[in-house]
Structure formats: structure tokens, C-alpha cells
């Protein structure tokens, strides 16, 4: 197990309450590795955003020509499963870096999802 110490600063009373409600020992390592990553940099004025991890995997493009040969609004589309309940796939994303960013910037989750989608349509 790695050797462990703590970090103190000095603060305004103020300004360490509003901080420690952002500031935990997870998104501190997760700052290291954003800045190891060469993702951000942290300057005396704050974080300055210097890449976003833009890659994507197993994505399938072919839905949309599937939908336009289709005659029924709502198709069903034999061999894709549309039990979002039950999907594998939500249960295994890993949303930390999303939820992270968006508690940083003060944005609403369900916003910044639109937002994301609408960039991935244009692109």
C-alpha cells in the first residue's frame, strides 16, 4: 500500500466550506491523472483545459439505415435490445469523469447529455 500524507492549506473559512463540498481525496487523484494525461493544467488563475478524451468504442452507425427501410414509425429491430432497464451497458458506464466535470462547471447533468448528443450528430 503507498505511503499516505495529508495536504493542508490555508483558506478563508468561506471559501474552505464551498471548496471541501468539491475538493475530496477522488477528485484530487482524479485531477493527477487529468493533468498526467496532459488533459488539463493547473495555474495560479485555475484549471486550464488543455485536451478532452474524445475516443469512442464498438460503436454501430447502421442504425439509421436499418430505420430508413423500415415502413412503421416505431420499428422493432430484430437482434437489438431496446430493455433499457436491463441493458448491460448502462450499469457499466463509468460517468465519473462526466459527473465530475459537471459538478466543476456548475451544469446540470440531463443539459449537458443534450449537449454531448447533439455534438456526436454534428460530428
Given at each position: 500500500m503507498a505511503e499516505t500524507k495529508?495536504?493542508?492549506i490555508r483558506l478563508?473559512?468561506?471559501d474552505k466550506e464551498r471548496l471541501s463540498r468539491y475538493l475530496t481525496r477522488e477528485s484530487a487523484e482524479s485531477l493527477l491523472r487529468q493533468i498526467d494525461s496532459g488533459e488539463i493544467e493547473?495555474?495560479?488563475?485555475?484549471?486550464?483545459f488543455?485536451?478532452?478524451?474524445t475516443t469512442s468504442e464498438g460503436v454501430n452507425s447502421t442504425i439509421e439505415r436499418i430505420l430508413e427501410n423500415k415502413e412503421s414509425e416505431n420499428p422493432v429491430i430484430?437482434?437489438?435490445?431496446?430493455d433499457c432497464e436491463?441493458?448491460?451497458?448502462?450499469?457499466?458506464?463509468?460517468m465519473s469523469g462526466f459527473d465530475e466535470v459537471c459538478?466543476?462547471?456548475g451544469i446540470d447533468r440531463?443539459?449537458?447529455l443534450d449537449k454531448c448528443v447533439q455534438m456526436l450528430w454534428r460530428g
Open positions: 495529508t495536504l493542508g478563508k473559512a468561506e493547473l495555474t495560479s488563475k485555475g484549471a486550464v488543455i485536451g478532452v478524451n430484430e437482434g437489438v435490445n431496446t436491463n441493458c448491460p451497458y448502462m450499469s457499466d458506464l463509468n459538478e466543476f462547471k440531463q443539459k449537458a
